[in-house]
């Protein structure tokens, strides 16, 4: 009976070895989500916080509430400079964009960047009424609306909450009236000075002519690191034989288009 037992065990351990190498690759390609910078780290958003320096958890919801998933991430604020690292979304696999954004008070510009690629890319992309008060969460607020003029308008851009028990620092940031709205929410305040080195562009880091050549080359290297361990693995384990399932398929598959 013991004999059995271990035969079976070692019977599914080999079969778990003898997957097909492109088909699991092809499984992790499908599992890679799309690389987005972080678009709301802006002139507006940056202006809202001023010279604080401070360190606090973000979450940011983009678009409608309930839509897709937040990001959650880590916000700093240095001398009217900000600091943005989302955190690390890594599969079963390990594999992670490592995206972060650095808004540079000194020169308003933002750039986007990438730990695996050590490279960075400059991201190209008012009236207040108000204040009302409200709760977000447990903090008390003052809540303002800043708006654009557009043409003869005045369209609202951004719904503002600043915690006033929190040196008036923002809590929530809503933008709207634009194809890139988010919602950034702020908790866990330290009102203390983050290090100096995370509001300067890394030394050794390449510079991108963009975030799309960039994410681009962080794509292709992705999907290169994924075909080498298929391969990898075929060279370890042989490649599977075909099944009466993978001929069938094969069979009945059509091409795209007629020859």
Partial sequence: MKIRVFLAAVTVMFAGCAMDPDKETGRDL????????????????????????????????????????????????????????????RGRRGISGGLSALWDGSTQTVYLLNEPLQGYAPMRSSITNGPLEEDVGAEHCRKTILSRRMGNDLVPALVVW?????????????????????TLTLSRIRFQAPPAELFTLPNGFKKYDSTDAMIAELTRRKTEALAARSKMRRERFGTP??????????????????Y
């Fill in 30 to 89: 499908a599992r890679m989500t799309p690389v987005e910078p972080p678009t709301f780290l802006n002139a507006d958003v940056a202006e809202l916080f001023g010279k604080a320096n401070f360190s606090a958890r973000v979450e940011v919801q983009k678009g409608f509430p309930g839509s897709r998933p937040p990001i959650l991430g880590d916000l700093s604020g240095r001398d009217g400079s900000l600091f943005f690292i989302a955190d690390e979304q």
């Fill in 162 to 182: 600043r915690g006033i028990a929190q040196q008036d620092l923002p809590l929530k940031i809503q933008s709207t009236n634009t194809p890139t709205a988010a």
């Fill in 241 to 258: 034989a075909t099944t009466e399932e993978d001929e069938y398929t094969r069979t009945t598959e059509k091409p795209v288009r007629p």
